[in-house]
């Protein structure tokens, strides 16, 4: 299997919060990310969280972690349009170098 | 700063050819990395760089991929001979050391091969 794995696809609707979820297989990962990116550009760092810790809060968004189930979230509350993206979760070791999952494609409708 | 430079933009060639890729990292960044990205493998770490020397080149698929960098300011990606498979969206990204956690991407590279 892949060392980070995410759905590929989520809708929801505008004002709605948004849940995107992350699963990956390296206990010993140090740092987690959630990058974003918008269509025609590359991705860009949304937020990180150290392994040591298990939530953190940025204006609309919010990380989840859970290290027992290798399991990160991404929260983004009150989902606007512009909020639609693929966001890429990743993980990174002693090396710092990330492995990014596939991304989930967010569609927000109005 | 401008940000990560890329270019071309869009490339279309055939078969065969010579296809090269530029980027221009972020001045002051030590570390520049290579990325490609598709639909069946999602985005894959090609090569990177740290201080203009390749560091760890595992991810380049096979000997018709090449990478160099040949001063702090300027990357190529070259393939030769450029198949259809290689089709994809190559993007470079630059970060200023290792410990810190932000790679900074460009707007990528969409090569078509025809």
């Known amino acids: 299997g892949e060392d980070v794995e995410q759905s590929l696809f989520l809708s929801v609707r505008e004002g709605d919060s948004s849940v995107i979820n992350c699963t990956y297989t390296?206990?010993?990962?140090?740092?987690l990310y959630w990058y974003k990116q918008e269509p025609g550009a590359g991705l860009q760092l949304l937020t990180y969280?150290?392994?040591?810790?298990d939530m953190k809060q940025d204006q609309r968004l919010t990380v989840l972690l859970n290290k027992k189930d290798k399991h990160l979230s991404l929260r983004i509350a009150d989902t606007q349009t512009g909020d639609s993206a693929i966001y890429f979760c990743?993980?990174?070791?002693?090396?710092?170098?990330?492995?990014f999952g596939r991304g989930t494609s967010l569609i927000v409708h109005p | 700063d401008a940000g990560v430079i890329q270019s071309p933009r869009h490339e279309v060639t055939e078969m065969g050819q010579e296809v090269t890729l530029r980027c221009k990292p972020i001045?002051?960044?030590?570390?520049l990395f290579w990325y490609r990205q598709t639909m069946m493998r999602g985005l894959e770490l090609l090569i990177y760089?740290?201080?203009?020397?390749?560091?760890?080149d595992s991810g380049m698929p096979e000997d018709r991929f090449s990478a160099k960098m040949p001063n702090a300011s300027f990357s190529t990606l070259k393939i030769q001979p450029s198949e259809p498979r290689d089709s994809a969206v190559y993007f470079c990204?630059?970060?200023?050391?290792?410990?810190?956690?932000?790679?900074?991407f460009g707007p990528g590279t969409r090569l078509t091969v025809l």
């Open positions: 990204a630059s970060r200023l050391t290792i410990s810190y956690n932000e790679q900074f």
């Open positions: 390296d206990s010993s990962s140090t740092y």
């Open positions: 969280i150290f392994s040591n810790m």
């Open positions: 990743a993980e990174s070791r002693g090396s710092y170098i990330p492995t």
């Open positions: 001045s002051g960044h030590d570390y």
């Open positions: 760089f740290n201080n203009n020397v390749p560091i760890d």
